[in-house]
């Protein structure tokens, strides 16, 4: 082995043991790119220099650094609309239908990154003031990366965040133009809280969350790691709640702990909790309560 297919290799081993993710030899040539900015802040020259540097005992400044530098943490308000649609007119409402005794829902964002999947969860509730009058919404986002976390809870944004998803009516009604960047209004980051946690750890409310989504999260695991993934996401849903992944997932082939949801490409359900019956109208099986 060559000694910089040695020193990737030792990046790539760091990464997964820190995160679970796998950088995949076809995925290795973006290491240099992605951690250009702490070469230059720490002068280092090359990923063999780096290598060296990680192997050396007392490290761990370095090595977390590293990690937060490979995490992709590319997302934006309202990515992919049809999913948030789907949401906002499909499943909310039946979860309404569901918790209609507690008038609470549980939400839980894993792998939430800077927190624009949260803040466009909370900003639909406040689309729909009438709907959810007098109810508790609880939206939970979590991260490995402790620098998107920190984001995250700022709930502040630059212009080209903030242009990335969101309407000109969302912006004004949602956001306000500060020296620092563009701040979300406190009624949509009342409902939010964010933990730095990784996906593969203990799930943060056991059996709790109504509704959890993993979207272009597990894309990125081996196929063990992904059934342990499944594994944690099955233990925090509600056995009638309701699981979105990402364009890319699927839990066909990869766990046997979830199903196709019989509406919207991206949703499934716990399959222990699927029963006959009527979950939306007379076309849907309902999800047993208990």
């Known amino acids: 082995m060559a ?10 081993d760091l990464l997964e043991s820190r995160t679970g993710q796998t950088l995949t030899e076809s995925r290795r040539w973006r290491i240099s ?15 063999d220099q780096l290598a060296c540097m990680l192997e050396r ?12 530098a490979l995490l992709n943490n590319e997302t934006y308000f309202f990515r992919d609309h049809n999913y948030f649609s789907t949401l906002a007119n499909t499943v909310l409402p039946e979860l309404a239908k569901r918790r209609a005794d507690s008038r609470k829902i549980s939400i839980w964002s894993a792998g939430c990154s800077t927190g624009q999947e949260v803040l466009s969860l909370a900003m639909t509730f406040c689309e ?19 620098k998107a976390i920190e984001q995250a809870r700022t709930g502040t944004f630059s212009q080209f965040e903030i242009q990335r998803g969101i309407s000109v009516a969302q912006m004004l009604n949602f956001f306000s133009e500060t ?13 939010t809280r964010f933990e730095q946690r990784n996906i593969l750890d203990y799930p943060p409310a056991p059996g709790r969350f109504d509704l959890v989504l993993c979207r ?9 790691t992904r059934r342990n993934a499944f ?7 509600a056995a009638d709640g309701f699981l979105m992944l990402g364009a890319g997932e699927t839990v066909v082939g990869q766990t046997d702990r979830f199903e196709p949801a019989p509406f919207g490409s991206a949703m499934y359900v ?12 007379d076309t849907l099986p309902r999800a047993a309560t208990a």
């Open 3 to 12: 000694l910089e297919d040695a020193s990737h290799k030792i990046i790539a």
């Open 33 to 47: 790119t992605a951690l250009s900015g702490l070469f230059r802040e720490f002068g280092i020259e090359n990923v």
């Open 57 to 68: 005992p007392g490290e761990h400044r370095l090595a977390t650094r590293v990690v937060e």
């Open 128 to 146: 729909q003031p009438g709907r959810w009058a007098d109810w508790k919404i609880e939206i939970l986002g979590t991260d490995v990366s402790s």
């Open 179 to 191: 020296p620092k960047g563009w701040k979300v209004a406190d009624k949509v980051l009342g409902m």
């Open 216 to 224: 272009n999260c597990l894309l990125y695991f081996d196929p063990e």
């Open 231 to 237: 594994e944690r996401l099955a233990t925090g849903i």
């Open 270 to 281: 716990p399959k222990a909790a699927i029963r006959s019956g009527s979950v939306l109208g």
